[in-house]
Antibody, heavy 123, light 111 residues
Framework: QVQLVESGGGVVQPGRSLRLSCAAS????????MHWVRQAPGKGLEWVAL????????YYADSVKGRFTISRDNSKNTLYLQMNSLRAEDTAVYFC????????????????WGQGTLVTVSS | QSVLTQPPSASGTPGQRVTISCSGG?????????VNWYQHLPGTAPKLLIY???QRPSGVPDRFSGSKSGTSASLAISGLQSEDEADYYC???????????FGTGTKVTVL
């Protein structure tokens, strides 16, 4: 079955880096754009980043632009999120999600989602 | 602060109809951009409920329906059931932000 499994979360000090991974299975990973979405404690969903199916185009939320990098390795069916210069406000559960639409943003919808991995930024 | 505004809460008794609004602008819902709706139970993976304004993925009951008019969209849940208690989010691409935006979220309570 189609499955996404995130890993790499944990506790990290402000200013440090962390890399999240999302392992995909049950579908042709290289055919789909992919997203990262996060949810801070007690808050709503916040979109973080989008990478095209080939990895050639990337889009970011203003809140992470210049600090986070989304990438993918289609040979490993894996999506990544490199997070640098982490701040307390980056504390959240991070979800990866497949773009089941056109992968263009304009016609993008997410299905399925992974279960999420918790990132806590604290000294 | 999200550019898509939803009421913080909505409620109804079993069997009732509940409607959730999503107010946006000319750079997101007001464009031809797809409006989508997600259901989220805390601690679980969010679930796609409605895509492309009014389309239901397979497996989603027809009790859920979506619509869009101008710069607003809405989600209707008819025949409310206890398992519908969850948080609901609208979402769309924003051409000005060049990014995807989620609504502020609505918590649905079944009384």
């Amino acid at each position: 079955q189609v499955q996404l499994v995130e890993s790499g979360g944990g506790v990290v000090q402000p200013g440090r880096s962390l890399r999240l991974s999302c392992a995909a299975s049950g579908f042709m990973f290289s055919n789909y754009a992919m997203h990262w979405v996060r949810q801070a404690p007690g808050k709503g969903l916040e979109w973080v980043a989008l990478v095209s199916y080939a990895g050639t185009n990337e889009y970011y939320a203003d809140s992470v632009k210049g600090r986070f990098t989304i990438s993918r390795d289609n040979s490993k069916n894996t999506l990544y999120l490199q997070m640098n210069s982490l701040r307390a406000e980056d504390t959240a559960v991070y979800f990866c999600a497949r773009d089941l639409g056109y992968g263009s943003g304009t016609y993008s919808w997410f299905d399925p989602w992974g279960q999420g991995t918790l990132v806590t930024v604290s000294s | 602060q999200s550019v898509l505004t939803q009421p913080p809460s909505a409620s109804g008794t079993p069997g009732q109809r509940v409607t959730i609004s999503c107010s946006g602008g000319s750079s997101n819902i007001g464009r031809s951009n797809s409006v989508n709706w997600y259901q989220h139970l805390p601690g679980t993976a969010p679930k796609l409920l409605i895509y492309s304004n009014n389309q239901r993925p397979s497996g989603v009951p027809d009790r859920f329906s979506g619509s869009k008019s101008g710069t607003s969209a809405s989600l209707a849940i008819s025949g409310l059931q206890s398992e519908d208690e969850a948080d609901y989010y609208c979402a769309a691409w924003d051409d000005s932000l060049n990014g995807y935006v989620f609504g502020t979220g609505t918590k649905v309570t079944v009384l």
